[in-house]
C-alpha cells in the first residue's frame, strides 16, 4: 500500500521515540570463511539495521535513505529472500554529534542480531561507532560517508561505502571554480573530520589549479545559527568565489552573508553533498540562492525515473533524492554478499562484499544476480547509484557527480551538469 508524501517517514521517527584501514578482501580469505562456516553453525538469515538521520544537522538527507532502505529489502524479499530466508531490516536513528543516539542505536541493533549495519551519513558520527561495529565482527556499511581518512581506517576489513570519498569531490568543486574563471577563493568549513577533509582537498586542488585560498574559516559544528565573525572573517579577504562546506547550517551563514551583500546574488557562491539538497529551505529566501552552484554524488536521476518515483510513493517529497540511490545499491550489495558467502555472519558478508561489485558477469538487479550466483556465477552488480567497482579498501573507484545551480525559485533542473570522477 502507498503512503501519501512524509507519512511513512513520519511514523519510522514516531516509532523510534518507542523503540572507513582498508576493508579490503581477497578471493582466497572469502573462499577460507565460507568453508569455515559450511564446518560450522550458520547465520542464514540476515538482519540489516541502519543508523540513517531521522533527526540532528542531516536530518534533511534522511527521508530517501531511509525509503532507499526500505525500498531495497522490500525487493530483495520479493525476489525470495537470501540463503532460503527473507532479510529483516530494523531502521535507526544516527542524530548528530551533539547527542549520544548513534551508540544507543548502535547497541540495540547488534543485541538484535544485525550483522549489516547501514549508517551512519554523517563521517564523524561513523566514527563514534565505527569501533564498536567492525570491532564485534559485523559489517558497517554508509551510503553517505565521504571523509577521506575512512579510506585507511583500521576496521578489520569491515568497513564499507557506496559514497565516494571526498579526495574526488574535492577536485570536481575546485575544478569548476577555477573552470568558471574565480582565483581568490573564501572556504568556510564545518570544523570536523568531513569538513576537515573537503575542506584539505578542495584548497589543495583550488592552489594546483593556479588559485588562492585568501580567507580559510573553520568553524565549530555546534555553533548555534550565528555566523557574524566567521562571516566577517571571509567577506574581509575580498574573494571573488565563496566556497561553504557545511550541513544544515549553511541556510542562516547564507542569510549572514546575503545581509553583508556578500550572498550568492553578489559573489560567486559553491556548496557540496553536505548543503545542496534543500538549502532552499535552510534559507530565509531561496531566491538569495540564485547563481550558487554546488556539486553531490549522483548519477543523472532523469536516467532512473522508475526509482525516484519510488521513493516519492514512500514519503520523499521535493526531489531531495539525494543518497537514496547509494543507500538502496548498499542494502543490495549487502544481500548479494550474504548469498555469496551462503551466511549472514558479519565476517562472511564482509569478505564476500569487494567482489560483488567488480570482476564478474555485469547484472543490475536483484533477481539476475541471485541468479547467477545461484548458477555458481562470479557477479558485477552495477547498481542505480553505480557502477561501483570496489576498491579493496572497500569504496567506488569513480563516481558521478551532479552540478547543481540555484534559479530564482531553487534548484534549476534544466542546469544540472554531471561529471565523472576518478
Known amino acids: 500500500m502507498k503512503k501519501s508524501n512524509m507519512k511513512r517517514f513520519g511514523a519510522l521517527v514516531i516509532g523510534l521515540s518507542f523503540v572507513a584501514v582498508s576493508c579490503g578482501s581477497s578471493d582466497e580469505a572469502a573462499t577460507e570463511d565460507t568453508a569455515a562456516a559450511s564446518e560450522g553453525d550458520c547465520i542464514e538469515a540476515l538482519t540489516i539495521g541502519t ?3 531521522v533527526t540532528g544537522s542531516l536530518a534533511f538527507l534522511g527521508p530517501p535513505e531511509v525509503i532507499g532502505a526500505d525500498l531495497a529489502v522490500a525487493d530483495i524479499n520479493a525476489a525470495g529472500g537470501i540463503n532460503g530466508s527473507d532479510v529483516v531490516l530494523l531502521q535507526g536513528d544516527s542524530g548528530d554529534l551533539t547527542t549520544d543516539i548513534a551508540n544507543t542505536e548502535v547497541d540495540r541493533l547488534l543485541s538484535a542480531g ?33 571523509a577521506a581518512d575512512l579510506t585507511t581506517y583500521d576496521d578489520n576489513n569491515l568497513y564499507f561505502r557506496t559514497a565516494p570519498s571526498d579526495i574526488l569531490q574535492g577536485k570536481v568543486i575546485a575544478d569548476l571554480v577555477v573552470r568558471e574563471g574565480h582565483t581568490n577563493a573564501a572556504i568556510l568549513y564545518r570544523q570536523d573530520s568531513w569538513g576537515q577533509g573537503l575542506f584539505d582537498s578542495v584548497s589543495a586542488n583550488f592552489e594546483a589549479a593556479g588559485g588562492t585560498v585568501v580567507a580559510a574559516v573553520a568553524y565549530a559544528p555546534d555553533t548555534q545559527n550565528t555566523f557574524d565573525a566567521e562571516v566577517d572573517q571571509a567577506v574581509a579577504a575580498m574573494p571573488d568565489a565563496i566556497i561553504i562546506l557545511g550541513f544544515e547550517e549553511s541556510g542562516p551563514m547564507i542569510d549572514t552573508l546575503h545581509a553583508r551583500g556578500a550572498g550568492p546574488t553578489d559573489i560567486a557562491t559553491y556548496g557540496s553533498d553536505g ?72 565476517t562472511l558478508v564482509g569478505a564476500a562484499i569487494n567482489d560483488v561489485t567488480r570482476g564478474g558477469e555485469k547484472c543490475t538487479t536483484i533477481d539476475d544476480c541471485l541468479a547467477l550466483i545461484a548458477a555458481g556465477t562470479e557477479i558485477d552488480y552495477d547498481g542505480i ?7 579493496d579498501a572497500g569504496e567506488p573507484a569513480e563516481a558521478s557527480y551532479r552540478i547543481a545551480t540555484f534559479g530564482p525559485n531553487g534548484q534549476d533542473a534544466d542546469a544540472n551538469e554531471y561529471i565523472f570522477a576518478k
Open 51 to 53: 543508523i540513517l538521520p
Open 114 to 146: 544485525a550483522s549489516v549495519i547501514i549508517g551512519a551519513a554523517s563521517s564523524s558520527v561513523s566514527k563514534t561507532v565505527i569501533d564498536k561495529i567492525t570491532g564485534s565482527g559485523n559489517v558497517m556499511f554508509s551510503p553517505a560517508n565521504t
Open 275 to 346: 548543503n545542496i539538497s534543500g538549502l532552499d529551505k535552510l534559507v530565509s529566501d531561496p531566491a538569495i540562492l540564485e547563481g550558487m552552484r554546488g556539486s553531490e554524488p549522483s548519477v543523472d536521476l532523469a536516467t532512473i525515473t522508475s526509482f525516484t518515483d519510488r521513493l516519492r510513493d514512500g514519503g520523499v517529497a521535493d526531489e531531495t533524492y539525494v543518497y537514496g540511490a547509494e543507500t538502496y545499491d548498499a542494502v543490495i550489495i549487502s544481500a548479494l554478499a550474504a548469498a555469496v558467502a551462503g551466511c549472514s555472519e558479519g
Open 385 to 391: 547509484g553505480g557502477p561501483y567497482d570496489f576498491t
